[in-house]
C-alpha cells in the first residue's frame, strides 16, 4: 500500500466495491494501492489501483480503466464486474491461477472518484480529464467540445495553459509509466459511455486523422476479435472526432518514444443513446445520458462486455501467435 492518508468512501459505492475486492482474491496474487486521495469538502476519496499477477512487469499486460469521467459510472461498473468475477473464479479455477503467472492485470477502476461524488463529467476542479494531457490536435477539433481555455465554468475545459496535469491524470500517467510501459506487449481498455447507438472500440488518435504508428497490430487485433467472436457487438475504428488533450494519444506517443515493447490502447465507448431511446425519460436526469438507469439494463451491461476483457486478457499473453510481421506498419 502507499503511504498516502487515510481516505474514505463517503457513501461512494463504487469505492465501496473496489475496496471489498481486496478480501476476495486469493493470497498473494491481488496488490493494492491507494495512488493518491482526491478532497471534496471535508472528505477524502481514494485513487484504487490493482495488480494481478506475475510481479514480472516484463511480462504482458491488460490494463482496465474507469470513470476518468465522473458521471459515467458504468464504466467503472463494467470494470468492477469483471474483477468481481475474475477474482471469485481465482479461488477455484487452479488453471486461471497458473495463467497469471504469465500474464498481469492491472485496473483503475475509478479514475476520477471527486467527479463521481459530485456527479460531474470533470473532476472537482472543473478539468476534462480527459482533455487534460499536454496534447494539441492537429486538426481542428469542434468547438468546446474537442478542449478549451476558458474556464471551468464550461465543460471540457482542458485547464490552464502552462499549468500542471490534475492530480487524477498525474496519478494515471504514474501508474500507466511504472505498470504497462516496461511491458513487453500491453493492451489497455477504458471504459466510457455516452456516445451513439452502438458500442464502439476506439483506438489512437484524438488528435489526428492520421494512422497511428501501431495502426498494423490495431487492425490485426481486429480481425482476430472478429475470427474468435464472430458476432461481437463492437464497431472497431479510430476515434471518430478530433479532441485536445487526449490521455491515450499521450500516453502512447510517450511509451513509443521511449519504450521498445507494443502498446495498444483501446477506448470501449458504450453507446447510451441506446438506453435513453428505451427510455427516454431518463434525460431528464444529471446520470441519465451516460447510463442504463433501468436495473435491468445495468445488469445486462455490465455482462455485455465480460466477453471481450477475457478475449483482450488472451490477447496479450498470447500475442506472438497472432502478431505477425504483417501486421507491423
Known amino acids: 500500500m502507499s503511504s498516502v492518508r487515510t481516505s474514505t468512501s463517503h457513501a461512494l459505492p463504487e469505492l465501496d466495491r473496489a475496496r471489498d475486492l481486496s478480501t476476495k482474491a486469493p ?168 456516445f451513439g447507438l452502438r458500442d464502439r472500440l476506439w483506438h489512437p488518435y484524438a488528435k489526428t486523422s492520421r494512422p497511428f504508428a501501431a495502426h498494423g497490430a490495431a487492425r490485426a487485433l481486429k480481425g482476430l476479435l472478429d475470427r474468435t467472436l464472430p458476432h461481437h457487438v463492437y464497431q472497431v475504428e479510430a476515434q471518430c472526432y478530433r479532441t485536445h488533450g487526449d490521455l491515450w494519444d499521450y500516453f502512447f506517443d510517450e511509451h513509443r518514444n521511449e519504450c521498445s515493447g507494443t502498446f495498444l490502447p483501446w477506448t470501449l465507448e458504450m453507446g447510451s443513446w441506446r438506453w435513453v431511446k428505451k427510455n427516454p425519460w431518463q434525460l431528464f436526469s444529471l446520470q441519465g445520458p451516460f447510463n442504463p438507469v433501468k436495473p435491468h439494463r445495468e445488469r445486462r451491461t455490465q455482462r455485455r462486455h465480460q466477453a471481450l476483457i477475457d478475449f483482450l486478457l488472451k490477447a496479450a499473453l498470447n500475442h506472438r501467435e497472432w502478431l505477425t510481421q504483417e501486421s507491423t506498419p
Request: proline share 8%.
Open 27 to 194: 493470497p498473494g496474487l491481488l496488490r493494492t494501492e491507494t495512488l493518491d486521495c482526491v478532497r471534496v469538502g471535508a472528505h477524502d476519496f481514494p485513487i484504487q489501483a490493482f495488480t494481478i499477477g506475475s510481479p514480472d512487469r516484463a511480462r504482458p499486460v491488460l490494463g482496465l480503466f474507469g470513470g476518468i469521467h465522473g458521471l459515467e459510472r458504468i464504466g467503472t461498473h463494467v470494470v468492477l464486474s469483471f474483477l468481481e468475477s475474475l477474482f471469485e473464479q481465482l479461488r477455484w479455477d487452479r488453471h486461471l491461477r497458473r495463467l497469471f503467472e504469465e500474464v498481469r492485470l492491472v485496473a483503475i477502476p475509478l479514475a476520477n472518484p471527486g467527479g463521481m461524488a459530485l456527479n460531474r463529467r470533470s473532476n472537482p476542479g472543473g478539468v476534462d480529464l480527459m482533455r487534460n494531457a499536454p496534447v494539441d490536435a492537429e486538426e481542428r477539433p469542434p468547438f468546446l467540445a474537442g478542449g478549451h481555455r476558458l474556464g471551468p465554468w464550461l465543460p471540457w475545459y482542458r485547464g490552464r495553459t502552462g499549468g500542471p496535469m490534475e492530480l487524477e491524470a498525474r496519478a494515471l500517467c504514474e501508474f500507466v509509466r511504472r505498470e504497462i510501459f516496461p511491458s513487453e506487449f500491453a493492451i489497455s481498455l477504458d471504459c466510457h459511455s455516452g
